[in-house]
């Protein structure tokens, strides 16, 4: 089994889960983009993921802000309202009868292409639009007992050049960093700026707990985390210190506690980075204290 923040439960109730594509709803093993599509091509598309418990599509009104978002910056024009999204999504879910412990993925890419190239004047259709949801829970190994970090030399990219803001589907950078970290015997990776101040995970915001206080990135270098901006909030309304500023790897060896957070995995404790022991092996009391107001957040948008 992968070890890491996206561990989860085996669920055999999605081997028959039915893929949204373009409208139609097809089985797994028939559900399919032309070799022509954008995204397949270039990596030229734009996507979402987020939780659904109890029926409630959770902090999905700031997912949708970000896909909009991300859409524009890379001119994609969405031919659908937001409310439409909504609707298509519900189908998803109640045509595979889901309501809890459910991640759903969403992915627009340009569209198809005439030929093989990166010109989006040589596309020939409207966006193409696939919804995946699938039965899916964190595993306990790494909620509970934690996961390990490797320093990755793959750099997050500038702002200039490829934002890590933008929730694209160009990840070959970051897939790159978790191979040099699983080669290193490690979970995940570690991902450092361009002036070599600690940034963010290939697939998560990171956090560490210096003397009461927690301490993060200063956004400009990381991932648009709607569950880091979560986590910001619970620290203000509980009192709690959170710096957003630059740090490096000298501070982080020396940390009390780490943690990393994403739609998925919510907090995750980390227990060693670069094969330094991080606090005591396991969730700190400040790290599990965080958890308990990110799942009260997550409680209050089921009954709002």
Known sequence: MVKGTHQAKQDERNKSVKI????????????KIS??????????GVWEAFRVHKGCLIFIDQHLDRLWQSAKVVGIAIPFSKEELMDQIRQT??????????HVRVMLT??????????????????????????????DESKNQGISLFT???????????DPRLNCHSKLHEVQALIQAI????????????????????ATNFFMVKNGEVWTSTG????????RGNIIRVCEKHGITCHQK??????VYGADEAFVTGTFGGLTPVIKIDGKPIGKQEAGPLTKQLRKGYESLIEKEIQS
């Open 183 to 202: 080669e290193a015997g490690a979970d995940e990776a570690l991902m450092l700026d361009i002036h070599g101040f600690v940034s963010t995970c290939n």
């Open 246 to 251: 630059n740090f490096s790897l000298f501070d």
């Open 152 to 162: 990755s030399t793959i750099r997050r990219g500038s702002p200039d050049y490829l």
């Open 220 to 227: 400009q270098y990381c991932m648009n985390g709607i569950t």
């Open 93 to 102: 879910l109640a045509i595979n009868e889901m309501k809890d412990h459910i």
């Open 20 to 31: 949204f594509v373009n409208g139609e709803f097809l089985p797994r093993e028939e559900a």
């Open 110 to 139: 340009r569209g198809i292409k005439a030929t093989p190239s990166q010109d989006p004047r040589l596309t020939i259709s409207g966006p193409n639009l696939v919804i995946i949801a699938e039965h899916k829970q964190a595993a």
């Open 35 to 44: 070799v022509f599509d954008s995204g397949y091509l270039v990596g030229d």
